[in-house]
């Protein structure tokens, strides 16, 4: 069985090992592969698939175009407009996923995060963001801020849900200082070392800080800041990473991975490389 990931750049990427370390667990065989998209996703993929490919993950800054190239979309899929997995049907259809926003849910609750009735504020309305907004709205939340530079970006994800969703500039959330129970980082901030543009006043109140970028000590700087500001619970997105991979692997091959084993597994992993 062959699978891949298809992106660019994707060198970096640690599908492969994701899910080989799956494989393992599931006691089978596969291969799978970094595919590097130079051209259109299209082109890659159809090359794929005609080579056999039974599945694959897709990652920046193709998820637009997966959906695009897919014959029929989930419904998570096709709220996102976005599609992160990919699988050939026995008809020879490809399906497409998102995989991101249901992976997240899963993550949340392995740690014990604030969801049911929860006030969530959601910082970015990106690609990132589009993902995971149906989803946290089907668990149950009571409501959701979405504040973003652009504002324009957070009302169109606002229109999804707009008796339960809010949109906001960093501005205007920064002068009313609100409360929440559950802040969800999904700008790219922690990639260069910096910080959202959200006051510490507002960040103090939040019981749950959760950040989507992963580092291989388990922290951002987001996270360290809300730890440092007392917030109790924060964490950050490697166990989103493997949770949603988990969620390909089932849908390609109807097998369970162990999430926590594959969390604990990549931390020492990244570690060791990082010592290297």
Not at 18 to 25: D, S, T
Not at 36 to 56: I, M, R
Request: glycine residues 10%; contains cysteine.
């Amino acid at each position: 069985m062959r699978f891949a990931v298809l992106g660019n750049p994707i060198a970096h990427s640690l599908s492969p090992l994701i899910h080989q370390h799956f494989a393992q667990q599931c006691g089978i065989d596969l291969t799978y592969e970094r595919l590097l998209v130079e051209g259109s996703l299209a082109e890659t993929a159809d090359k794929f698939f005609a080579a056999g490919g039974a599945g694959c993950n897709v990652t920046v800054p193709c998820k637009l175009e997966a959906c695009a190239y897919a014959s029929t979309l989930s419904d998570n899929a096709a709220a996102a407009g976005a599609v992160n997995t990919l699988k050939k049907e026995a008809d020879g259809r490809i399906s497409g996923f998102n995989t991101d926003g249901p992976g997240l849910m899963q993550d949340l609750k392995r740690l014990r995060f604030p969801l049911q009735g929860a006030r969530v504020l959601l910082l970015g309305a990106g690609g990132a963001a589009r993902g995971i907004v149906r989803p946290l709205l089907t668990e149950g939340i009571s409501s959701l801020t979405i504040v973003n530079r652009t504002f324009d970006k957070a009302a169109v994800l606002a229109t999804l849900c707009p008796e339960q969703i809010r949109a906001c500039t960093y501005q205007e959330l920064n002068a009313e200082i609100p409360s929440f129970d559950l802040v969800l980082n999904a700008t790219a901030a922690s990639l260069q070392g910096a910080l959202p543009d959200v006051r510490d006043s507002v960040l103090q109140q939040a019981g749950a800080a959760y950040d989507l970028m992963y580092t291989p000590q388990g922290s951002t700087p987001f996270t360290l800041h809300c730890e440092d500001l007392g917030v109790r619970q924060c964490a950050d997105g490697i166990g989103m990473l493997i949770a949603q991979a988990a969620l390909s692997f089932k849908i390609w091959l109807g097998l369970d991975a162990d999430v926590a084993q594959t969390v604990s597994y990549l931390r020492t992993y990244l570690a060791g490389r990082k010592q290297a």
